[in-house]
Every structure is written in structure tokens, then in C-alpha cells.
């Protein structure tokens, strides 16, 4: 049974700090390009940060110089380093496995992110 979980979410003040993390298991971890999405309040789900099946990255214009998607193949765990936070970054953040070859993809249950002051 494949299992995204994720966790680091919470409240924070604009200009602030967050880590997330994703744990990964049921899957070979290494064969996924693993990457974060989010869905803010009234909006539709967007791309954050990914690695490409390449393991390049890849990042939203809005959160580039600011969020860093990393990964810790030993560990099944993505993360993502979110920097100088902003309250338009408030969103539900989703952790996404997809296979490098066939992109079968999961999808975990999320985390929120709240920045206000």
C-alpha cells in the first residue's frame, strides 16, 4: 500500500520559515519524481517545486529564490524548504510521487500552511 505523508505545516508570520516534509512508502522511492503542490483557498491546485524525471527541479515563478525542493533518497523523504514566507502562499501543501517511466502518481493527504500575522 503506497503511503505519501506529510508534516511541518502550521502558522507562521510573513517574512517566516517552514520545512515540510513527505515520507514515502510502498514505492521504490528512487523511480519517483517527487514534488509539492498547493491549493489555495478559492483556488485551483498549482505546481510548487518537482524533480523532474531527469532530477532537475523545477519551481513555480512565485516561489523561485525563496522555496528549495530537496530530497533524501535513504530516508523516502521530499522536502521543502520555504523561505520568507508570504500570506499568498497560504495553501493546503500536497506531496506527489509520480513513476519516472510509466508517471503513475500518488498523492498524500496534505498540510496546511497558514501565513498571517
Known amino acids: 500500500q503506497v503511503q505519501l505523508v506529510e508534516s511541518g505545516g502550521g502558522l507562521v508570520q510573513p517574512g517566516g520559515s517552514l520545512r515540510l516534509s513527505c515520507v514515502a512508502s510502498?514505492?521504490?522511492?528512487?523511480?519517483?519524481?517527487m514534488g509539492w503542490y498547493r491549493q489555495g483557498p478559492g483556488k485551483q491546485r498549482e505546481l510548487v517545486a518537482t524533480?523532474?524525471?531527469?532530477?532537475?527541479?523545477n519551481y513555480a515563478d512565485s516561489v523561485k529564490g525563496r522555496f528549495t525542493i530537496s530530497r533524501d533518497n535513504a530516508k523516502n523523504t521530499v522536502y521543502l524548504q520555504m523561505n520568507r514566507l508570504k500570506t499568498e502562499d497560504t495553501a493546503v501543501y500536497s506531496c506527489?510521487?509520480?513513476?519516472?517511466?510509466?508517471?503513475?502518481?500518488?498523492w498524500g493527504q496534505g498540510t496546511q500552511v497558514t501565513v498571517s500575522s
Open positions: 524533480f523532474t524525471s531527469y532530477g532537475n527541479t
Open positions: 506527489n510521487a509520480a513513476h519516472i517511466l510509466s508517471m503513475q502518481n500518488y
Open positions: 510502498g514505492i521504490i522511492f528512487s523511480t519517483y519524481a
